[in-house]
């Protein structure tokens, strides 16, 4: 039978609010509740100040929900914004002494001052089993060609020899279902863990495997957060060489989210040659650099055209901006991809151009910015195991 929301509220109510003052629906924590193929998805407003003590509460709202027959699984996330599904009762506040902020661990400063290798952006992030390497490809704006970029990517990786997975990091607007041609609803290992679907030799995960096209996406911070959570780590991924995410467009939440607490091998900016794009580009770029997360290069997407009729080449959005960019910062560029007809004609039908046309010299240009990609990731390894000190007993 399909899971109904009358059905999720009543097993919420046996859930005890913030210091055993009622249940969380009784005292209007719980948000609108969204279910799409018997996944439960929803939030629990609580006092920002005691968001990390309440993690107790959001784990027993999640584990009684998924004791629901038919529940599939589900995403629950904390909040501290006040819009729920009409229920708006506030937190009963607690005593202030309560709320003073943790105290640092006693070994804290002696781990600090330890040296320190300067590519070691992975240490306190966990990773995710199965996966060597995790590399971002982000915008700083939208409308660049991100996502054809990342799919182009992952298949020039894959045709070098490499095994590949994708995540689809977009949540609001997924795009890999259609790129990779990809149709249907993941199954599950054991009721909890997703495996990922499957196409041209990749591994994928992506909202839209588990909403409808059409379904748009209203959910705030927080939902966006654990979705990405749960689609990076309680995903079969089985053993990969590299997972390449696409990032949503822009810095916000997801971003940083992802480059602070997953250990990405580095990340990829694309960008289009003119100044404005350039400018949203180099705001990527600071906020990967700012969180220590290793610049792989730049890609300068729609660098040129090449008219079909009479092979002149037309410069529309001017041409080298990206190169200049990554020379003036010190970062590798990584090529120029043009802009060709056969590669949105063969995006929009699902059959990226790598596939499609391997033999073409757009094809070409995708598997050489793979192999430059993955060789960046090999120096940035290489560096940080140098970097490493070696303590020896005498």
Same mark, same amino acid.
């Given at each position: 039978?399909?899971?109904?929301?009358?059905?999720?509220?009543?097993?919420?109510?046996?859930?005890?609010?913030?210091?055993?003052?009622?249940?969380?629906?009784?005292?209007?924590?719980?948000?609108?509740?969204?279910?799409?193929? &018997?996944?439960?998805?929803? #939030?629990?407003?609580?006092?920002?100040?005691?968001?990390?003590?309440?993690?107790?509460?959001?784990?027993?709202?999640?584990?009684?929900?998924?004791?629901?027959?038919?529940?599939?699984?589900?995403?629950?996330?904390?909040?501290?914004?006040?819009?729920?599904?009409?229920?708006?009762?506030?937190?009963?506040?607690?005593?202030?002494?309560?709320?003073?902020?943790?105290?640092?661990?006693?070994?804290?400063?002696?781990?600090?001052?330890?040296?320190?290798?300067?590519?070691?952006?992975?240490?306190?992030?966990?990773?995710?089993?199965?996966?060597?390497?995790?590399?971002?490809?982000?915008?700083?704006?939208?409308?660049?060609?991100? #996502?054809?970029?990342?799919?182009?990517?992952?298949?020039?990786?894959?045709?070098?020899?490499?095994?590949?997975?994708?995540?689809?990091?977009?949540?609001?607007?997924? &795009?890999?279902?259609?790129?990779?041609?990809?149709?249907?609803?993941?199954?599950?290992?054991?009721?909890?863990?997703?495996?990922?679907?499957?196409?041209?030799?990749?591994?994928?995960?992506?909202?839209?495997?588990?909403?409808?096209?059409?379904?748009?996406?209203?959910?705030?911070?927080?939902?966006?957060?654990?979705?990405?959570?749960?689609?990076?780590?309680?995903?079969?991924?089985?053993?990969?060489?590299?997972?390449?995410?696409?990032?949503?467009?822009?810095?916000?939440?997801?971003?940083?989210?992802?480059?602070?607490?997953?250990?990405?091998?580095?990340?990829?900016?694309?960008?289009?040659?003119?100044?404005?794009?350039?400018?949203?580009?180099?705001?990527?770029?600071?906020?990967?650099?700012?969180?220590?997360?290793?610049?792989?290069?730049?890609?300068?997407?729609?660098?040129?055209?090449? *008219?079909?009729?009479?092979?002149?080449?037309?410069?529309?959005?001017?041409?080298?901006?990206?190169?200049?960019?990554?020379?003036?910062?010190?970062?590798?560029?990584?090529?120029?991809?043009?802009?060709?007809?056969?590669?949105?004609?063969?995006?929009?039908?699902? *059959?990226?151009?790598?596939?499609?046309?391997?033999?073409?010299?757009?094809?070409?240009?995708?598997?050489?910015?793979?192999?430059?990609?993955?060789?960046?990731?090999?120096?940035?390894?290489?560096?940080?195991?140098?970097?490493?000190? #070696?303590?020896?007993?005498?």
């Amino acid at each position: 039978m399909p899971v109904s929301k009358e059905t999720v509220i009543e097993r919420l109510k046996t859930v005890n609010g913030p210091d055993f003052t009622g249940n969380i629906v009784d005292l209007g924590l719980v948000s609108e509740i969204f279910i799409a193929d &018997s996944k439960v998805f929803f #939030s629990i407003t609580v006092p920002a100040a005691r968001a990390q003590e309440m993690e107790p509460l959001r784990a027993a709202a999640e584990r009684v929900v998924k004791e629901i027959p038919g529940v599939v699984n589900a995403i629950v996330a904390l909040t501290a914004e006040k819009k729920g599904g009409g229920m708006e009762a506030p937190v009963r506040p607690r005593p202030a002494p309560q709320a003073a902020p943790p105290r640092p661990a006693p070994q804290a400063a002696p781990q600090r001052a330890a040296p320190q290798a300067p590519a070691s952006h992975s240490h306190g992030k966990r990773g995710v089993p199965g996966i060597d390497a995790i590399i971002a490809v982000a915008s700083g704006k939208g409308g660049v060609g991100k #996502s054809t970029t990342a799919v182009n990517l992952a298949l020039g990786l894959a045709a070098n020899g490499l095994n590949v997975g994708v995540l689809d990091a977009d949540i609001y607007g997924p &795009s890999m279902p259609r790129l990779l041609n990809i149709h249907g609803r993941p199954q599950t290992v054991d009721g909890k863990v997703l495996k990922p679907m499957q196409n041209y030799g990749l591994k994928v995960m992506s909202m839209g495997f588990l909403v409808d096209e059409e379904t748009p996406m209203i959910w705030r911070g927080p939902m966006v957060m654990s979705a990405l959570t749960q689609m990076l780590r309680e995903v079969e991924w089985g053993p990969l060489d590299v997972l390449v995410v696409d990032m949503p467009p822009g810095t916000g939440d997801a971003q940083l989210t992802m480059a602070q607490q997953v250990p990405l091998a580095g990340a990829v900016i694309v960008s289009t040659p003119q100044d404005l794009a350039l400018i949203d580009a180099r705001k990527g770029l600071n906020m990967f650099k700012k969180v220590d997360v290793p610049l792989l290069g730049i890609v300068e997407n729609m660098s040129y055209f090449l *008219a079909p009729d009479t092979g002149k080449r037309y410069d529309i959005f001017g041409h080298g901006g990206a190169r200049r960019e990554a020379e003036r910062l010190g970062v590798t560029f990584l090529g120029e991809v043009p802009l060709e007809m056969g590669i949105r004609e063969s995006s929009d039908a699902g *059959a990226p151009v790598v596939v499609a046309k391997p033999d073409s010299a757009e094809a070409k240009i995708y598997r050489d910015i793979a192999s430059k990609v993955w060789d960046r990731v090999n120096e940035e390894r290489g560096a940080a195991e140098a970097a490493v000190p #070696s303590i020896v007993f005498e």
